[in-house]
């Protein structure tokens, strides 16, 4: 399996001078087994490239699965020119927003209305299917199979296993790990810590031993406070989930617009000089980043 | 057989208060730092709100995996802006006897209501209405003909009769309440609007829905949808018979809805109901997504 990071920022693409070396496109990751089966997790702006790519050997066949519809997920969509073209196929998965009573074909469909962009979904001329994900309900993409499993942020946000040949890969989307929202004094605090380990613990048996991990880690543990209930975890959630599940290597990602190179290089080395790190490998998620397993 | 109106009025004081705890989630939530545990102790504090949220977070709907057995998993769960939204959702279907001894159908009475709801949203959507907006006109569909079950509720054995005079003479259920009681659904409804101090567009909405009144330019949007909407539902369903039937006074009947609108809604609404029509083939996918909510009115504990 290789995976290609493909897009690491979060939020808004950010190209110029500061972001050089890590990359300024939003989330994409690029997923081909070892048979050759692609799948692509995300399409933010780091998906245009990877479609530049594709389109150099036709027709394109690829899953793209969307952990949820916040802009920078799905903003490079309607420049994946392999959408474009009539014999390519691209199964499309994500989940079923039910608070707006919104499927993924209209939620993209939206995105392409004439006001947003000059061609419409239903002109896409490749072969494409999307498909409501339930979680847990895990798809089979040749050899590999991709399980979705919820994990907390202001939308319903899949995190997904992608597995194949005995390797497997985690990508959290964004996640920020919940929360108690009582104080140590109420009442009701005990039960909801209560539910808040287990719901920790169904992400760390879900990703228990994986061989790489991709993770949100938006902020830093000191500028955490000011931004809880945002959506994004930090180096500490990042490190605990690594500790807890035993991961092999993970990749901070999602990192905040305003971070230039020299400040991601400085907060990392920071972080890497704590003490009571686990032996899991940490690194920093660049754009164009191939990780062999 | 004519009611008086203290009668209508000790069947309006006979509803439950529309849930305390309704008013204090869109208190609440207006602040975007709306704090979790005070608004799960709102809905903790509501048994009836309790398990409308725990039914339709467990629905097929959210299709999760595991079984959430308490708002505060809820929370932990799918996330407090999620929940926020679903309390809000489900808070407004409730406060509703689910019987009558009437005959008034309640599985075609929700299914015309939330075709309404969905109608209405969609039509605001379409005239850029804002998201938070459309919600209201969700609930104003959805609660239009709140009136029916009222009388069908509290005075069954005159209702019937109503609802017989309708069938026999094919006339509308709004003229053959007027004739019989005194006083129509829309009337009644209204009064129950004004007990639940919904927002006074929603209570016009309802109020006006079958008759605009004079100063039809002063309506709200929300009253002009909803009254377009309901005319929708009602052209929608003549069209579709008439296919199955081939009666050509099924379309005629169609035709003069479309015709008699009132000014003001064919000048809100912009094209001919028809049209409208044609713009809604979706309509169905719509409602079948809508349903989830609408199974929250025979929300009664399961276990």
Known sequence: MIINLRGVRGSIPVPGKDTVKYGGNTTCIEITTDEGDKIIIDGGSGIRPLGNELMKQLPVSCSIFITHTHWDHIQGLPFFLPLFVPGNNIDIYGSFDPVYMKDLKTILAQQMEYCYFPVRESELNANISYNNLKEGEAITVGSAIVTPLLINHPVLNFGYKVESNGKSFFFTGDYEPPLNIYEPEDEAYAEYQRLVDQQKKILTDFIQGVDVVVADCQYTRDEYPSKKGWGHGTHDSCIEMARDANLGALYFTHHDPTRTDQELDSIYDDVMSRSDLPPTKFFIAMEGTEIKL | ?303
């Not at chain 2, 299914?111 to 969609?122: E, M, R, W």
């Not at chain 2, 009769?161 to 053959?176: C, D, M, P, Y």
């Open chain 2, 1 to 303: 057989m004519p009611i008086n109106r203290d009668q209508l009025i000790e069947m309006v004081d006979k509803i439950p208060t529309f849930q305390e705890s309704v008013h204090r989630i869109l208190a609440l939530t207006t602040s975007p730092d709306c704090a979790a545990k005070d608004l799960v102790q709102v809905i903790e504090h509501d048994p009836i709100l309790t398990i409308k949220v725990l039914k339709l977070v467990n629905s097929a709907y959210f299709g999760l995996s595991q079984e959430v057995t308490s708002v505060n998993h809820s929370v932990v769960y799918v996330g407090i802006n999620t929940i926020k939204n679903v309390a809000i959702s489900v808070a407004t279907t409730g406060a509703l006897p689910k019987n009558n001894k009437a005959g008034l159908n309640m599985n075609r009475f929700w299914a015309h209501s939330l075709a309404v709801g969905v109608i209405a949203k969609l039509l605001a959507e379409n005239k850029g209405v804002g998201k938070n907006e459309q919600a209201n006109y969700f609930v104003g569909g959805l609660l239009h003909d709140i009136g029916k079950v009222l009388f069908a509720h509290f005075i069954p054995a005159e209702y019937q009769a109503v609802l017989h005079k309708a069938e026999s003479e094919n006339i509308s259920l709004h003229l053959a309440e007027k004739e019989l009681l005194g006083f129509d659904h829309s009337e009644i409804g209204a009064m129950v609007a004004q007990k639940w101090q919904l927002p006074a567009d929603l209570i016009d909405s309802i109020k006006s829905h079958h008759r605009l009144g004079k100063q039809d330019s002063q309506h709200c949007p929300l009253s002009l949808a909803i009254y377009a909407a309901n005319q929708t539902a009602h052209y929608i369903e003549l069209t579709k018979e008439a296919s199955e039937s081939e009666a050509e006074n099924l379309l005629a009947q169609a035709a003069k809805i479309d015709h008699e609108l009132p000014e003001a809604v064919k000048e809100w609404l912009g094209w001919p109901l028809s049209e409208v029509c044609k713009w809604l083939s979706n309509l169905d996918d719509e409602i079948e997504k809508a349903l989830a909510f609408i199974d929250l009115s025979e929300g009664e504990p399961t276990s």
